[in-house]
T-cell receptor
Framework: NAGVTQTPKFRILKIGQSMTLQCAQD?????MYWYRQDPGMGLKLIYY???????DKGEVPNGYNVSRSTTEDFPLRLELAAPSQTSVYFC????????????FGSGTRLTVV | KNEVEQSPQNLTAQEGEFITINCSYS?????LHWLQQHPGGGIVSLFM?????KKHGRLIATINIQEKHSSLHITASHPRDSAVYIC??????????WGAGTKLIIKP
């Protein structure tokens, strides 16, 4: 099993550019999450999804969008990148959000200049 | 006051020492998670607890639901255990509330 696969691992964006961070899982997990981690800080939830076609905002959703057209994929879209979005982004998944542990992707390190 | 408090924030110990990291929370939960984040950044789920105690190798996690407290213990610590250990809890809305993490350094 590949688990949770995130691409790209690193990216540099210019202010105002857009990009999509990809996240795919092959464990048939219903729940998927996007977190950001700023230097020296804990993880903050951006968006989450409890199943295909269902998404909801976390604590820091501004400047981001998500979609969940399939169980496997949960891409995160950054529109009009800003320096404040410089961070490490983690995608995670869980079977039901309650009874099972979480599996994390390896992270995407994004710098906006 | 944060809903999930970890202590200590930083811990430096010698190889072989017994390590304890504590986590207290103030909300009702369905589960508590311990995770490990290595210096390279990757995050690994260590334990998920809803009651009692779990053991995996040299790691032991306990939870006391009545006292809203959990501990993570590492026996015979080794420099490769150096990492940030994070406590997170599941309230009832499918999300995790994260502690700030405990940075552990084990010196040879």
């Amino acid at each position: 099993n590949a688990g949770v696969t995130q691409t790209p691992k690193f990216r540099i964006l210019k202010i105002g550019q857009s990009m999509t961070l990809q996240c795919a899982q092959d464990m048939n997990h219903n729940y998927m999450y996007w977190y950001r981690q700023d230097p020296g800080m804990g993880l903050k939830l951006i968006y989450y999804s409890v199943g295909a076609g269902i998404t909801d905002k976390g604590e820091v959703p501004n400047g981001y969008n998500v979609s969940r057209s399939t169980t496997e994929d949960f891409p995160l879209r950054l529109e009009l990148a800003a320096p404040s979005q410089t961070s490490v982004y983690f995608c995670a998944s869980s079977l039901d959000g309650f009874s099972y542990g979480y599996t994390f992707g390896s992270g995407t390190r994004l710098t906006v200049v | 006051k944060n809903e999930v408090e970890q202590s200590p924030q930083n811990l430096t110990a010698q190889e072989g020492e017994f390590i304890t990291i504590n986590c207290s929370y103030s909300v009702g939960i369905s589960a508590l998670h311990w995770l490990q984040q290595h210096p390279g950044g990757g995050i690994v789920s260590l334990f998920m607890l809803s009651s009692g105690k779990k053991k995996h190798g040299r790691l032991i996690a306990t939870i006391n639901i009545q006292e809203k407290h959990s501990s993570l213990h590492i026996t015979a610590s080794h420099p490769r255990d150096s990492a940030v250990y994070i406590c997170a809890v599941n309230p009832s809305n499918y999300q995790l509330i994260w502690g700030a993490g405990t940075k552990l350094i084990i010196k040879p």
